[in-house]
């Protein structure tokens, strides 16, 4: 009995996660100033094409911690409700990456509520304005 409740309990998970996450890619001039749109998770995660307005309008964003060396909530932000990502600070390509030639910020957003979870990845590359 104790097996199968717990089979049932992941079974329940199974089903309520998505499989697999959306993978994002953008590219964010440096200099940009603090409030910068930088970009739309919501538009660009497709999420209106699985799920009514109804739902669209219950849905929030999360920014996640990161897994880097590099703390993206020091550089970006995001609207909850609108899933705007925006620049927390100006963002400079040379203190963000120093000595690296290929400057990527990785960013991990959930969308709630836990009926509609879905992980979304992005991968933001800083380019220089040089």
Not at 14 to 21: E, I, K
Not at 49 to 76: K, P
Not at 83 to 109: E, M, Q, T, W, Y
Request: proline letters at 3%; one cysteine or more.
């Amino acid at each position: 009995m104790k097996i199968g409740v717990s089979w049932s309990v992941v079974w329940l998970l199974a089903l309520h996660v998505q499989s697999s996450p959306v993978v994002l890619i953008y590219r964010i001039d440096e200099d940009c100033q603090l409030g910068t749109v930088l970009a739309d998770i919501k538009t660009d995660s497709r999420l209106s094409e699985r799920y009514n307005n109804t739902v669209i309008d219950q849905l929030r964003f999360v920014m996640l911690a990161t897994q880097s060396g590099v703390d993206s909530r020091l550089h970006f932000y995001v609207d909850e409700v609108t899933g705007f990502v925006k620049a927390a600070s100006s963002l400079d390509r040379d203190d963000i990456c120093p000595a690296s030639p290929n400057c990527i910020l990785k960013v991990d957003f959930a969308v709630q509520p836990a009926a509609y979870f879905q992980l979304i990845k992005v991968l933001c590359a800083i380019t220089s304005a040089r």
